[in-house]
């Protein structure tokens, strides 16, 4: 098992659930559960295809992980894909030209 990847899926998860139920208002009831969650918030994200597909992915990964299986570094790849396209990261700064004189 690579726990260093496990150790950072279950970050990114965590994030990621994080930040879902409080942008969607998650009710209560299926904020507890990773999966209800995604199922929750999927018709948010119908009009991003490649989004919508990494959500639906994120739950066995989620699964994997939880359940101390070890994940692949595509796996995780998957998973900070997911957070980027969420936006929960920085967009790294365009590099600065200094203007010619």
């Known amino acids: 098992m690579n726990h260093n990847h496990n150790a950072s899926a279950y970050t990114l998860l ?3 659930h994080s930040h879902l139920t409080e942008k969607f208002r998650v009710p209560a009831h299926t904020q507890d559960s990773y999966r209800r969650t995604i199922i929750y918030i999927l018709p ?3 009009h991003s295809p490649s989004l919508h597909e990494l959500l639906r992915k994120s ?3 989620r699964n994997e992980v939880c359940h101390f299986r070890s994940i692949s570094h595509s796996d995780l790849m998957l ?3 997911l957070g980027k396209g969420l ?3 920085p967009k790294p700064a365009a590099h600065y030209k200094s203007p010619s004189y």
């Open 44 to 46: 948010f994200y119908n």
């Open 14 to 16: 965590l994030t990621i």
């Open 79 to 81: 998973l900070e894909r």
């Open 59 to 61: 739950i066995p990964l």
């Open 87 to 89: 936006g929960l990261y």
